[in-house]
Nanobody
Framework: QVQLVESGGGLVQAGGSLRLSCAAS????????MGWFRQAPGKEREFVSA????????YYADSVKGRFTISRDNAKNTVYLQMNSLKPEDTAVYYC????????????????WGQGTQVTVSS
């Protein structure tokens, strides 16, 4: 089992940047594919980005491609989401998730979830 704790959210103006971090407990972090999802008020949770266990494979939603970068440091049991050129439509609660096995883009594939961190982008 793994526990996930997100940090780094906050309020930023449009065009600004934020870096989210997700710290995982346990000694088997490198065996989990990791993903970031987000949920805006009144909307369903949606896929943002995912990274394979080794970090060699990364995946992005079309809406964030070219602006967001996912990375991981298996020595630090941490996954990151660098968010640049933020837009008001990026406003949401961002969740970190861990998945046993291969990387995926569907929330139902993920076994463990963090509590979420709020990102608010003002226009």
């Amino acid at each position: 089992q793994v526990q996930l704790v997100e940090s780094g959210g906050g309020l930023v103006q449009a065009g600004g940047s934020l870096r989210l971090s997700c710290a995982a407990s346990g000694r088997t972090f490198s065996t989990y594919a990791m993903g970031w999802f987000r949920q805006a008020p009144g909307k369903e949770r949606e896929f943002v980005s995912a990274i394979s266990r080794s970090g060699g494979g990364t995946y992005y939603a079309d809406s964030v491609k070219g602006r967001f970068t996912i990375s991981r440091d298996n020595a630090k049991n941490t996954v990151y989401l660098q968010m640049n050129s933020l837009k008001p439509e990026d406003t949401a609660v961002y969740y970190c998730a861990a998945k046993i096995g291969q990387v995926g883009t569907l929330s139902l594939e993920y076994n463990y979830w963090g509590q979420g961190t709020q990102v608010t982008v003002s226009s």
